[in-house]
């Protein structure tokens, strides 16, 4: 069959070109697993061959698919474009989404205001499914999804009950261990912890690791942390303050990068030698801030853009209806060791 130079071609075009029925051709460009190996590559041939564009509208109606996720961020703004970590995982999201050929749609959400328009919007049908970074305690965005009829894949544990829910984290209370154990095997003798917000589990949990490494009761641990809430300035105000706590202080675990790089800077302004003084390891081991802090920062690496892919791939087994063996999956971190201990 020809098809017109000036024509667009047709999903008619494509099937009479791979020598299929119009229906097989239709399952294998809708991903239906119904289809022989055979069917799947003569179509997918076709559709190369004759430079075919699916009507995405037309499709829709068909699929009651948008072919769109939204990836949902519960922070406020300025934590969302100060912090480093946070252009990670959103380009992160984009080039996985893109990869399964799927339109990110970014929400920032903080306020009621914002929450009741996220509501509106994943409930009105305008994307497949969402994945949903929503880390703080008595976030009513966890209990307002809860009630959607959409998939959803949160990014770590939100707070109250997991029953039922898909999430991705990381193994935040192992690298912890492996960032303290660390330092003890240097033969540091007084070692600190720079917290983060403990309203965010993957704070608690890092906090957990520390003090299950020293073997530490509650009120010890309190007396050796102190909470820098993820920020830069945030962690060197604690590590200032750890100073003054604790004189004697030999080593520090701060649980983020950004939070290292504040806790570094006070440490200078004390006249601390780091290393040599003061042994410090951080966590994230952030491209944009590990390698370039003075000195370069030992750090637990938690990899961002493998939670965010595992993230779009168990979204997609949930929009293709396939069996998930794993609801809560944890990935591993490891120890990056620089010249900072």
């Known amino acids: 069959m020809l098809v017109s130079n000036h ?57 009651r698919r ?10 406020p703004e300025p934590k969302i474009f100060d912090d480093p970590h946070f252009a990670r995982l959103i380009r992160a999201g984009a080039r996985a989404l893109a990869d399964v050929d799927v339109q990110m749609v970014l ?5 009621p205001d914002d ?9 009105g049908g305008h994307v497949d499914g969402a994945l949903v970074f929503a880390p703080h305690r008595n976030d009513e965005l966890v209990s307002i999804v809860k009630k959607l009829p ?16 898909h999430l991705v984290d990381n193994d935040n209370e192992g690298g912890a261990v492996l960032a303290t154990e660390h330092l003890k095997s240097l033969g540091r003798r007084k070692i600190v912890h720079v917290s983060g917000p403990l309203d965010e589990l993957s704070a608690i949990d890092r906090l957990n690791g520390f003090k299950s490494a020293l073997k530490l009761d509650d009120k ?57 003084d003061v042994a410090v390891v951080g966590f994230d081991d952030h491209v944009a801030i590990a390698e370039h802090t003075a000195p370069p920062l030992t750090s637990v690496r938690q990899d961002s853009d493998s939670q965010v892919k595992h993230m779009v791939e168990h979204l997609m087994k949930l929009l293709r209806d396939e069996t ?18």
Do not use: C, I
């Open 220 to 276: 010890a641990a309190a007396r050796l942390t102190e909470d820098g809430g993820f920020t830069r300035e945030g962690g060197r105000k604690a590590m200032t303050a750890l100073l003054a706590k604790v004189p004697a202080l030999d080593a520090v675990f701060v649980a983020s990068d950004l939070m290292a790089a504040g806790a570094l800077e006070s440490l200078l302004d004390a006249g601390k030698r780091v290393p040599e």
């Open 150 to 165: 959409l998939p959803v894949v949160y990014a770590g544990k939100p707070w109250g009950s997991l029953r039922g829910m």
């Open 107 to 111: 929400m920032l959400v903080h306020s």
């Open 115 to 123: 929450q009741a328009r996220a509501h509106r919007f994943l409930a």
């Open 324 to 341: 998930v063996k794993r609801k809560q999956e944890m990935l591993p971190t490891m120890l990056v060791r620089r010249e900072s201990a």
């Open 66 to 75: 948008t072919g769109a996720v939204a990836v949902v961020f519960s922070e």
């Open 7 to 63: 024509a667009r071609p047709t999903l008619e075009d494509v099937a009479a070109r791979a020598g299929v029925s119009r229906a097989t051709a239709s399952r294998v460009l809708n991903a239906s697993p119904r289809v022989s190996p055979e069917a799947l590559e003569a179509v997918n041939a076709a559709v190369h061959a004759l430079g075919y564009q699916p009507n995405r509208a037309a499709r829709a109606l068909v699929t």
